[in-house]
């Protein structure tokens, strides 16, 4: 086997459908090519749909949502393939990107992972790679000085944006919509941290790649439209919520205690000062009132979330 696909599912039917099809559309006969789908417990009537429409599809149905490190994790144990593509459910696959990134793997033996160049759905660019988090860069980030006089120096920014993502080029780690592991080096680091719900868990497989030699790429010659947050829409502020914990177990877990809970001082001190200045933002810019509600909501979720959240063990 070729190639080994792994889609988490979570209340995504007609997403899940249209990454489907994309998925099979350019795949000559003969590509030896196996598909995964783990169903969180979705209510919308996916694993019927996948039953339905999709025979080939092997499907796996949870009956809680176990999230995304466990249920990629279950698809990775059952997979055969010399390579794995970790793919999210509101990606639609593009001409043959599948197999040029292969091709792209195959002539890079040192690549333990890679990710191809992702575009929203009216066809510009969709920023995907980045550096490990820091202090300094969540500082800039948040305060919104990467769009500043830090905008062209690389080392600054978390988001890679300074550049026009049109050659290879070797970053920390890609975003996890598509990812594609080459599967010894899977056996070389291990599973995704099921410790991680949700989000970072690339961060954290590709910060384990790379502390044992391998590479991570990212590949311009394979597209793919990702339609960017439609697969956590209905997460809401969870969404949010669960994004911190995320980073905060990954500082947790690289950068130990200190730095972990420096990091959250810094990100109740910079919400109640977005949160201080969101009505004079709001005056500025015009911004609609449901826009403030939602700003304010968003820091507050911040707060809460840093306060209650108990020591990551």
């Not at 080994?4 to 459908?17: A, G, H, M, Q, R």
């Not at 995704?192 to 868990?201: H, N, P, T």
Request: aromatic share 10%.
């Amino acid at each position: 086997m070729k190639l080994s696909v792994i889609i988490v599912n979570w209340n995504t039917k007609s997403l899940l459908e249209q990454c489907l099809r994309s998925v099979f559309f350019y795949i000559t006969q003969n590509f030896p090519l196996e598909v995964f789908v783990v169903d969180n417990d979705s209510s919308d009537g996916s694993p019927g749909m996948v039953k339905e429409k999709f025979l080939a599809v092997k499907l796996i149905e949870n009956r809680e949502n176990l999230g995304f490190a466990q249920a990629n994790n279950q698809g990775i144990v059952k997979s055969s393939g010399k390579y794995v593509l970790l793919l999210n459910s509101d990606v639609i696959v593009l001409n043959k990107a599948l197999e040029k990134t292969i091709t792209f793997l195959e002539n890079h033996p040192d690549a333990g992972a890679v990710g191809c160049k992702l575009l929203n759905q009216d066809g510009t660019l969709q920023h995907s790679c980045y550096n490990f988090g820091s202090l300094t860069r969540s500082v800039i980030s948040s305060l919104g000085l990467d769009q500043t006089i830090f905008r062209n120096i690389s080392k600054f920014q978390r988001l890679l944006k300074n550049w026009n993502h049109d050659k290879v080029r070797e970053v920390d780690y890609v975003r996890g919509a598509f990812l594609m592991l080459r599967k010894k080096s899977i056996e070389d680091v291990g599973l995704l941290d099921e410790r991680f719900f949700m989000y970072a868990e690339e961060a954290d497989v590709c910060y384990r790649l790379k502390k044992v030699g391998w590479k991570v790429y990212f590949f311009p010659g394979a597209e793919v439209i990702h339609l960017r947050g439609r697969s956590s829409n209905s997460m809401g502020l969870r969404a949010e919520s669960q994004r911190l914990l995320s980073r905060i177990l990954f500082f947790r877990k690289w950068h130990g205690l200190l730095y972990c809970s420096i990091h959250r001082v810094l990100i109740v001190t910079l919400a109640l000062l977005r949160m201080a200045l969101s009505p004079f933002k709001s005056l500025v810019h015009s911004s609609d009132f449901y826009s403030f509600k939602q700003e304010i909501k968003i820091q507050l979720v911040k707060i809460m979330t840093m306060l209650t959240l108990k020591s990551q063990g």
